[in-house]
């Protein structure tokens, strides 16, 4: 297939995509299917061999968030039966990091609900952050707490932040239809205030609310060129209770369409499978390893993954290897971009990607508004698994252990 060879010949140097290529993986078919899950692992070996690395989410603050991201089970107004509690103790949030680590991860992601932090939230998180790398100075950590003011970038990068996620999660067109109460403008400034502090940045989307392919290939571009190091890639958990609930857009074959798509116009950056993994690619998970190299290990920020354990058998089962905290995740080239990217007296942390994974987190919700975006014919009643939607009961802010 004429197009697959392209894909394969450029990625495998490092370059992009056109747009009409990324357009036409998103329109393969079926029969095509594992033809671009190989061209896209080939892609995936150059630049990150078979390594998977494995991220884990502390949900710092849950639900009450103000704004109203209409895929959030935390947004305003949500009904969605979630666990809601203020800010964690840092030696509650030191806990739940440690379990993640002890299980195999490389990164922990801190994530916080809410428009974005106070100043005392960044000493709040200074603290956290203290504790954690108290245990384990090794540790990479990445920071989410939404839009970002001036200075806090800074502040949280001289506290010893690795990386900060932010999501752009859909197109710049379609952004006013999944949020009101903030642009994506707004995400767009506060990437670049991270990425501009030297640290990682950590922004992908979530697919599955109602969005065009254009949309789709829109956001992935557009995070291509804002210089994201890691590209979390969200499949819709379509939560009861927030607007999206009835957006069952999916099939595990989409599933992997955009996961291709995604690394081929991002073929040396990381690419992570986010929130709604289980829910959508289900039994098909390992094949997406052969297109990412960076999975959530366990649970979500307000939904429950599979068992920590059964991520670990999957990767090995899959022939694919658990990434070392000493090795680095970008390749060598990618590291120095970032490292360029620092303001003069930051030393950059650039070998490292991002984590976390949904707007705030992995994620849940549609576009109920999305009026221009042409019907997804993909998804039917064959990809409705409420079943497969658990709310979150144990770990950070319970008094339950935590899964990983
Ligand atoms: S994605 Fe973040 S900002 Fe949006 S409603 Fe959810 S917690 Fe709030």
């Not at 690395?53 to 710092?60: G, I, P």
């Not at 992935?220 to 819709?236: C, M």
């Not at 073929?267 to 999975?295: F, K």
């Not at 920020?301 to 999957?314: C, I, V």
Request: glycine share 10%.
């Amino acid at each position: 297939m004429d197009l697959l060879d392209t894909l394969t010949a450029k990625g495998l140097r490092g370059e992009v995509p056109t747009r009409e290529e990324a357009l036409a993986v998103l329109a393969t078919t079926d029969d095509e299917l594992l033809d671009v899950v190989a061209a896209a692992g080939k892609v995936r070996r150059r630049w990150f061999g078979r390594r998977v690395k494995l991220n884990y989410l502390v949900n710092l603050k849950s639900g009450l968030c103000p704004e109203d991201c209409s895929y959030c089970s935390q947004r305003l107004g949500s009904k969605a039966e979630i666990l809601k509690y203020t800010w964690l103790k840092p030696e509650q949030a030191a806990d739940a990091a440690r379990a993640g680590v002890a299980g195999g991860a490389k990164r922990v992601c801190l994530v916080a609900s809410g428009r974005g932090p106070t100043d005392r939230d960044i000493d709040r998180v200074t603290d956290t952050m203290a504790a954690i790398k108290d245990a384990d100075p090794e540790v990479e950590i990445c920071v989410c707490l939404g839009l970002l003011s001036d200075n806090q970038a800074e502040r949280l990068k001289a506290a010893g932040a690795d990386a900060y996620n932010h999501n752009l999660n859909t197109s710049e067109n379609t952004y006013g239809t999944i949020t009101k109460t903030h642009t994506y403008a707004d995400r767009v400034d506060t990437v670049q205030k991270a990425h501009g502090a030297g640290l990682s940045a950590c922004s992908g989307l979530i697919a599955g609310m109602g969005e065009t392919d254009e949309d789709l290939v829109d956001v992935v571009f557009a995070l291509r060129e804002l210089g994201s190091d890691s590209v979390p890639v969200n499949f819709l958990i379509p939560f009861e209770g927030t607007p999206l609930a009835k957006e069952w857009n999916l099939t595990p074959q989409r599933c992997l369409r955009i996961l291709a798509m995604v690394r081929f116009v991002n073929p040396d950056t990381e690419v992570r499978i986010a929130g709604g993994r289980e829910v959508h690619l289900r039994s098909m998970q390992p094949l997406g390893l052969h297109i990412a190299n960076s999975i959530f290990l366990g649970d979500y920020l307000t939904s429950e993954g599979q068992a920590g354990q059964a991520d670990l058998d999957m990767i090995k089962d899959a022939g694919f290897e658990v990434e070392g905290a000493g090795e680095a995740t970008l390749p060598r080239h990618r590291a120095d971009v970032a490292e360029a990217a620092a303001p003069a007296g930051s030393c950059g942390s650039a070998a490292s990607a991002c984590g976390s994974g949904g707007g705030c987190g992995p994620c849940g919700g549609h576009s109920h508004g999305a009026p221009e975006a042409a019907p997804v014919t993909e998804g039917t009643d064959d990809g409705l698994r409420e079943d497969l939607v658990k709310v979150r009961r144990r770990g950070a802010g319970t008094e339950l252990a935590p899964n990983a």
